[in-house]
């Protein structure tokens, strides 16, 4: 499987969420993927306990496969969904009622965002790695409770949980707190992944310069605060093994002390 660049978190099932209405939007979506160079992507619909299921997913997501391949459109979309965070999580994955990512062991878990932090959490991520299963936290970036104490946020990754910061959250478009955390998230080598997130695309020339011109500004700000190694495995070597369903290749270190310091000091 050659990946050239994929997007791990994105609405691109037709129908399902607030994603695209139909399946034209869909392909247009494709198109712009296709226009900013990605080879893959992971269809992930919002799910709420079991509002759409796991059979579901994988079927349309085959449907908007089978399309695009016939349209020649050479964009491969994997099965997933943003589940949201519940404490029937563990029991649900178990009976596998809920997709993971591209059937492996990564989870994208979301958030309410501005609700406190759930206290039965941490039960809930110790109970998935003890299923085998790599929970990644969705944009918490853009979560209050976790822009107001980055504390809450060591101890998920302490379970270990991986971090996905949103495109939209660098560029601006989820406000100053989000753009700030996702900074200093970025600054602590903390974050594995941006995604796109992206939820529709309009029938708009310009809305393919605009989705070009924000990748650009995210992709610069990465370099800029995690450097050209952070910038390899953010964008390319962690999305490549989460597909192929192996290890990331740099695990944290959430108990490494100069980590610890360097958190602390930029997260609340
Ligand atoms: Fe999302």
């Avoid at 990946?3 to 129908?15: F, M, Q, R, V, Y």
């Avoid at 995690?226 to 740099?250: C, H, Q, S, W």
């Amino acid at each position: 499987m050659n990946i050239e660049l994929a997007d791990i978190h994105c609405h691109i099932l037709p129908g399902m969420d607030d994603g695209p209405a139909g399946m034209g939007e869909t392909v247009e979506m494709a198109r712009v993927y296709l226009s900013l160079g990605y080879s893959h992507v992971i269809a992930t619909p919002h799910v709420e306990n079991i509002f759409h299921g796991r059979e579901d997913i994988h079927a349309l997501t085959d449907r908007v496969q089978d399309l695009l391949l016939d349209m020649g459109l050479p964009l491969t979309v994997l099965p997933g969904a943003e589940v949201l965070m519940n404490p029937d999580l563990p029991r649900l994955f178990q009976e596998k009622a809920l997709p993971t990512l591209n059937r492996t062991r990564y989870v994208l878990i979301e958030f309410p965002i501005f609700d406190p932090f759930p206290d039965y959490a941490e039960g809930v991520f110790f109970q998935l790695v003890t299923q085998g299963l790599i929970p990644i936290i969705a944009h918490p970036e853009r979560n209050r409770c976790f822009q107001q104490q980055g504390e809450l946020l060591l101890r998920l990754i302490n379970h270990g949980a991986l971090l996905q910061v949103d495109q939209g959250s660098l560029v601006g478009t989820y406000g100053e707190e989000a753009q700030e955390t996702a900074r200093r998230l970025l600054r602590t080598s903390v974050v594995s992944f941006v995604a796109s997130n992206m939820h529709r695309a309009p029938f708009k020339r310009s809305y393919y310069r605009t989705q070009r011109e924000g990748m650009l500004t995210a992709w610069n700000q990465v370099r800029r605060l995690a450097g050209r190694k952070g910038l390899d495995e953010i964008y390319f070597t962690n999305p490549d093994a989460l597909i192929k369903n192996i290890p990331m290749a740099v695990m944290l270190e959430p108990q490494n002390e100069s980590f610890l310091k360097k958190f602390r000091s930029l997260l609340p």
